[in-house]
């Protein structure tokens, strides 16, 4: 009677413990399923962005590191429109983010309901580049200047660095030449003298004659020129969902910032961009090492309000706003960047 105690007892106890094991396979099952899905179900973010260069990298990066993956969202993305239609598109609720320039400020003193969540530039990430016998900035009194319209944000950046360096905008002339590949056309054309310039071009530009006159950042480094926004009735909707946004965004930035990881930006970056290596290094090591990489790239994913101050007012004085509509209180809304920290 005794031994078939015992062994009733051990074939519990071998029942027991397959069960025990089928479970915790189950449960490990469980959290392979979940891994990547953040603190939510699975999501997708349309998001708009005029054109992928160097400036726009935290925006593709984040996807090609799966470092949104792991947040379960998926971005659809968007590349190609005007400022005017993406920004259009996200108030008619075709898009839910957009990444836009210190232009939305403009939207919002006429009544758009647009808040910004992320940084993105923090300063002017263009530069000139010029035909050769064109030495400095200061050399462009009398030429022509092909820009993407008079109220672009590269244009105002751009005015606005000339008159800091003491060159009115009187003294030279402005065409209208279109996006960037239109307005490095114009110049090697012979249509204008010089024009601004999204990284990496101008070291593609130097590759083909023509000179590379600086970055608008080392004049002008008050400006913020890239951020993420969206509308107020999205974000009050999606603040889980921003939140997790935000915690890859912040990831993605900080990645960038670690020198570890230059040579694998460098390779990614190069191919998302279509563009050669060593072009890309050159990029890496203009914007992302040294002084211009704390004031560019936010490693907080923060708007520096400062910044943006001076970007508003580097609009005011073109004449595209109205100095009373330059009160840029609530535009910043860093909620979902703090939730994001505290995870």
Known sequence: MLDKTRLDAKRLDKKLRGLLAGLLVALLASVSACAGTGDGPAATIRIAVQQQ??????????????FMRDEGLTLDTTVGQATSTMTAGLLGGSFDLQIGGAELLVARAQGAPLVAIAGMCNAPVWSVVAKPGITSLGDLRGKTIATSGPDSVSTVAFVATLKHLGVQPDSYHQITAGGTAERYTAVRNGQA????????LEFQAGEQGLKNLGSLTDALPRFVAGFVATTEAYAAKNA????????????TLRWMHDPANAS???TRVAR?????????????????????ASVLFPADGKIDPAALDGSAQAFVDNGSLKPGQADLTGFIV??????????
């Open 53 to 66: 260069n160097f400036s726009t990298i935290p925006l593709t990066l984040a996807q090609d590191l799966g």
């Open 193 to 200: 003298d010089a024009t601004i310039l999204s990284s990496p």
């Open 264 to 266: 694998d930006l460098v």
């Open 272 to 292: 998302i961009l279509k563009t050669p290596e060593p072009v890309i290094r050159q990029a890496y090591q203009y914007w992302l090492t040294g002084p211009r």
């Open 240 to 251: 889980a969902g921003l939140q997790r946004f935000s915690r890859a965004w912040v990831r």
């Open 334 to 343: 860093n909620d979902y960047l703090d939730q994001a920290a505290k995870h």
